[in-house]
């Protein structure tokens, strides 16, 4: 049995700059302002965006802890103001839908998400895609580690609890975008296989050593026979 787990931005779906559109409005309500334009989002927690980017703005960490709960009040608000609606311009990325009923359907995988998003925000995204957020058995996401490094463990355990036996790290499978999904998991000796969809191109993600390297996940038979051969 294998867990496979999806990032969600830039990996099964593209929010048309929503989530970093409602973090920066969020931030420069609470703290002034949304820090630096050029800080890259992808592959970050909610969390340490928050922390970086008001860390960049000369805020203490106890400044940003104080608030943090005020932030991401605010970004979950206009998350979904921003995703409401028919044109709200966030799109399934190629090949995903029919990938996930793959997944979904083969005997010997667990469809999950291991995710920076807190789940709240995560929930959001999916249901403005129409991808039911329950047909994750299994999730890992922000609202659980500030450190992506740290939701493999997470993911793990929960896969452990669901399946009633102990999961061992090499089973996991994450499947992301970013250089932070190919190199998280390697504490427990996750797999990693990585897609070009998010904006990073394969070789900037071939040198962290992801078991298969993908344009899109359009070609459900490759991605399916690499998620088994991991």
């Keep these: 049995m294998k867990i496979v787990l999806f990032d969600i931005d830039g990996t099964l779906l593209l929010s048309d700059g929503a989530g970093r559109s409602a973090m920066e409005m969020a931030l420069a309500a609470v703290f002034g302002t949304a820090g630096p334009r050029s800080y890259r989002y992808g592959g970050k927690t909610d969390r340490l965006i928050v922390r970086e980017t008001m860390r960049l703005a000369g805020f203490s960490d106890a400044q940003i802890d104080a608030r943090m709960d005020e932030v991401l009040s605010l970004y979950l608000g206009g998350l979904r103001a921003h995703l409401a609606g028919p044109d709200h311009g966030a799109r399934a990325l190629p090949g995903v839908a029919r990938l996930l009923d793959a997944v979904e359907a083969h005997d010997e995988l667990v469809l999950g998400l291991l995710t920076g998003n807190i789940v709240e925000g995560a929930d959001t ?61 390697k504490g427990v000796g996750a797999r990693a296989i990585g897609v070009a969809t998010g904006g990073v191109a394969l070789s900037e993600l071939a040198p962290h050593g992801p078991s298969a390297l993908f344009d899109d996940l359009s070609d459900t038979d490759r991605v399916l026979e690499a998620i088994l051969h991991a």
């Design 125 to 185: 995204k999916l249901r403005a895609v129409r991808f039911d957020p329950a047909r994750f058995r299994v999730g890992a996401f922000g609202s659980d580690h500030e450190e992506r490094p740290m939701l493999p463990p997470i993911a793990r355990e929960r896969a452990s609890a669901l399946l009633g036996r102990e999961v061992p790290g090499d089973r996991l499978v994450i499947i992301g975008d970013t250089v932070h999904d190919m190199t998280c998991g």
